[in-house]
């Protein structure tokens, strides 16, 4: 079968790879109907992240399960399924607390002797602690797939940054980030009863897709302008939830200075210098939290799923271009140069 | 009357200062009974943070009401009062949120034109938004009006840091920092519900004191050493809830490596570098939330009080050295060179 892999930086390639077969009796195999390319795979692309050669890559994807080991109860073949980011074995203290990131048996996709979700199928490990099933008609259904895509890390991820920002009813809130994260962020505060939500960001195509999820308010302003223009849109007093799903020192750093005393900084972004953007002084002076972390998406795929079925929130939008699988170095291409948001890769 | 001033680092002084009156129809002042020497009040004494010449200092007392102003209602004279560490007007957003250390009118005491509690008098401004009414026969209870004296701060601050830390019944706790703070850290704790309390110190008369308040385990080592002895006593994962109480790079980081995938750093140790002490990566990683600051002890005087009356709590082993007014240098300087671990201060 055909899957992508990375070389070296800037180097995808979609090569022939042996198919993937059940190994262990807990695994599925899955052939993909959709994958994506995650604003954190261009760090493995932009060779910020380390990668052996030859590493499989995409940690996004929903397909249809082609065959299941002997001890797999919960799915079957010919069913329709969507994979979180990291598989978990469903049963450890962790996913039993809902943090199944950090399953003691949990892993990432593309780890080296794993595949990845880029590629015409994968091999699931903890298929029943690991795998959702989705109702079988939404397989024909192109437009409700793609949102149902989402579900396998931005829209998660977007909820898992409101919950830890604290994001309430009646609140105000402030995303940092315009890439599918931080919309998908502005989409759960929306969908979590948030009354404003002043989106960060100076892409109007990205904050028109904000305002489309539910942002009131856009600052295009950066740094020490963004933190003003914030506070000039709150009273002075700041936001009482922000998401801050970058990653960066300036990112954090603004994050920070425009939360309301009391209030929370919900953090999803992965950490590339965003530690140093940290004010400790100003958030103890102000009480400021800080939560978040590695999204546990397969937590709320159950909670989350409903809303897209019924099209309480859909956020399809986010992708902005399709790409066959043969085409995937082209995607990379395209959102490391920022002219795509987000990339599907169709099967 | 006399009072407490500092002069230069180490240069603290018990001088005639004007009895305070009442200037504002919103004061009180009242003759203080007892105060005492705060861990914080440290770094102003080691030069650490800067003061003016003659500046008063002092925040933790409790007293007499002397005299009111006429928009005071909620006490009078002759009330045994305690004060928290700020005042604060009890009226603003913030106030009616509980976080009356954000308070639009808020202050500290002994800062510039303004009285400290470590003198025989102190103005009050906000008094009906500041003071807590004591029962009167308090004042004649040497003990009680101790253990009454640490809701002006320590017994406040080790409560906002359990909070933040997430504490719950049955959870268990670890608590970095064997000062005051620390040690009402593991009695609030306690109070909270904890099943087991990891004090981390090495000093035997402190994790003696953290034994009575409720400590189950005592960690005597220091960093790479401390994080695996915790380690070790929760079967690899670490503490569910985690106290800061020092503010240093060291316990920063201490606290963030003994902290249990999902649990949560209460911090209330005034940074002092501990901001380079927070490893990111690792929050991420492991979704370790880090939730505190300067507590809103006004707000949790009401709460706490009833708990001290009855003796469910007794934070009163935190003084270990009474001094007069006139012997106030003493204390700091027992405090400076640890052989005190908090000092009283009896009028």
Known sequence: MRA???HAPFDMRVEDVPDPVVTLPTDAVV???????????LWAYRG???RQPGQRIGHEFLGIVEET????STIGRGDLVVA???WSDGTCDYCR???TTSCEHGGFWGAVGYDGGQGEAVRVPYADGTLVRLPADAASDDHLLSALLTLSDVMGTGHHAALGAGVREGATVAVVGDGAVGLCGVLAAKRLGAERII???RHAVRT??????????????RGDAAVAAVLELTGGQGAHSVIEAVGTEQSMQTAVHITRAGGAVGFVGVPHGSGTGLDLGVMFNRNIALRGGVAPVRTYIPELLPDVLDGTIDPSPVFDMTVGVEAVPDGYKAMDERTALKVMVTN
């Open 4 to 6: 992508t892999t990375i």
């Open 31 to 41: 052939r993909v109907l959709r994958a994506c390319i995650c604003g954190s795979d």
């Open 48 to 50: 910020e992240a380390a």
């Open 69 to 72: 080991g002997t001890e797999v």
């Open 84 to 86: 979180p980011f990291m």
């Open 97 to 99: 607390e809902g943090l």
């Open 199 to 201: 989106a960060l960001g």
């Open 208 to 221: 028109d897709i904000a305002r489309r999820f539910g942002a009131t308010d856009v600052v295009a302003e």
